[in-house]
């Protein structure tokens, strides 16, 4: 069964600084990867998505992941942090015609 | 470009009656539609999967006599959580996918959150 686990249930960073919020996948077949925002109180945007092609993915917001099979892993990156970044992140994996099974979420809080 | 809109945002609702919550998708027609569950700090659980035209598939563990779910038309489908109790609160989240290939972008609602006293 398909599966995503994220590492770090908190991450504080400054403004200004590197973001890398933690995603490993389990996966019987080629996953599709997704990460997910949420801010307080609202539904979720997506915020890039991996399918097939190049593993390394931009998507909105200066956001990045990088695919990397080898380690099962589809980290969410953005060199520079912005305090409107603050909001809670979530990593997925399509577990069939899109249905998407969610990790716990990583809330990234950015301080002055 | 393509929209999910829920309503109601918010609902209070006293233990034992019922709530219906509505999932439209905008200027775009969803056969199918997903229903998320999202408790305090933690992820969103698939609850069940609305199909326009036929029943509901749920999740394993999910009561389908107390989440009734109706997809009448090809915009609209509808949750109705029966005979409320305390433990039914939490944040409801519904999607439905773009009118784009396999593997395209799930449109989010912007959530239902549902208190029963």
């Known amino acids: 069964a398909q599966s995503v686990t994220q590492l770090g249930s908190h991450v504080s960073v400054s403004e200004g600084a590197l973001v890398l919020l933690r995603c490993n996948y389990s996966s019987s077949v080629p996953p599709y990867l997704f990460w997910y925002v949420q801010y307080p109180n609202q539904g979720l945007q997506l915020l890039l998505k991996?399918?097939?092609?190049?593993?390394l993915v931009k998507g909105i917001n200066g956001f990045e992941a990088e695919f990397k099979k080898s380690e099962t892993s589809f980290h969410l990156t953005k060199p520079s942090a912005h305090m409107s970044d603050a909001a809670e992140y979530f990593c997925a994996v399509s577990v069939g015609f899109q249905k998407l099974v969610f990790g716990t979420g990583t809330r990234l809080l950015v301080s002055p | 470009g393509a929209v999910v809109s829920q309503h109601p945002s918010w609902v209070i609702c006293k233990s034992g009656t019922s709530v219906k919550i509505e999932c439209r998708s905008l200027?775009?027609?969803?056969?199918?539609m997903f229903w998320y569950r999202q408790f305090p700090k933690q992820s969103l659980m698939l609850m069940a999967t609305s199909n326009e035209g036929s029943k509901a598939t749920y999740e394993q563990g999910v009561e389908k006599d107390k989440f009734l779910i109706n997809h009448a038309s090809l915009t609209l489908s509808t949750l109705t959580v029966t005979s409320a109790h305390p433990e039914d609160s939490s944040f409801y989240i519904c999607?439905?996918?773009?009118?784009?290939?396999?593997?395209?972008?799930?449109?989010f609602g912007e959530g239902s959150r549902l208190t029963v006293l």
């Open positions: 200027d775009f027609q969803a056969t199918t």
């Open positions: 991996y399918t097939t092609g190049a593993t």
């Open positions: 999607s439905a996918p773009s009118p784009g290939p396999r593997g395209g972008e799930l449109f």
